[in-house]
């Protein structure tokens, strides 16, 4: 398995654009997570699915973020309009499930929003 | 809230000492914690975990790690630290909600 798979891996752009990240999660795991990186704040989560269906977003900063999994290989965290503050290392991550399965994370998306 | 706490943001090390890198719980009920590594440019990677039974969990790359009930810790150790072991770790708790939250991360410099 080549792991999960995150892009783009570094996205440049300027404020009030739409971006979109993406994520293949590793054949087989049932549960995705998105993580948001920066100096500031650590490693927060923002959203995590359990079989396709979104069961906590409270890690979501603004309604300018969304996140969808139309199915078990593909999710994707959009935000627009972007701010320079979303400016951080987005990761996915996948695991098998409920209860305390390692996670596998992406490479992550390095976010610049100018 | 079940959390986790790493007290140090960075940690120095020589190479070939021993290198210890603190985390400690706030949990209700057994705690499943967690460590991982971020190399630079990477994604995190897991190194061990503990759920239950023995304290001391053994890992990847020679890392264990000492659960400590009374004194609500679960800090990393490795006996002879490597220059490659110069990384971020990451303390981790799984909480109520089946979420698996990350300590602050400890920044760990081993010296040549």
């Known amino acids: 398995d080549a792991g999960v798979i995150q892009s783009p891996r570094h996205e440049v752009t300027e404020m009030g654009q739409e971006v979109t990240l993406r994520c293949k999660p590793i054949?087989?795991?049932?549960?995705l997570f998105w993580y948001r990186q920066t100096m500031m704040r650590g490693l927060e989560l923002l959203i995590y699915?359990?079989?396709?269906?979104?069961?906590?977003d409270s890690g979501m900063p603004e309604d300018r973020f969304s996140a969808k999994m139309p199915n078990a290989s593909f999710s994707t965290l959009k935000i627009q309009p972007s701010e320079p503050r979303d400016s951080a290392v987005y990761f996915c991550?996948?695991?098998?499930?409920?209860?305390?399965?390692?996670?596998?994370f992406g490479a992550g998306s390095r976010l610049t929003v100018l | 809230a079940q959390s986790v706490a790493q007290p140090e943001d960075q940690v120095n090390v020589a190479e070939g000492n021993p290198l210890t890198v603190k985390c400690t719980y706030s949990?209700?009920?057994?705690?499943?914690l967690f460590w991982y590594v971020q190399y630079p440019n990477r994604g995190l990677q897991f190194l061990l975990k503990?759920?239950?039974?023995?304290?001391l969990v053994k890992g990847s790359y020679g890392f264990e790690a000492e659960f400590n009930k009374s004194q609500t810790s679960f800090h990393l150790k490795k006996p002879s630290a490597l220059v490659s072991d110069s990384a971020l770790y990451f303390c981790?708790?799984?909480?109520?909600?089946?979420?698996?939250?990350f300590g602050k991360g400890t920044r760990l410099h081993i010296l040549p």
């Open positions: 699915f359990n079989n396709n269906v979104p069961i906590d």
């Open positions: 991550a996948s695991n098998l499930g409920w209860g305390a399965n390692v996670l596998t």
């Open positions: 981790a708790v799984l909480n109520r909600d089946d979420k698996i939250i």
């Open positions: 949990v209700s009920g057994n705690p499943y």
């Open positions: 054949s087989g795991h049932n549960s």
């Open positions: 503990y759920i239950t039974g023995d304290n």
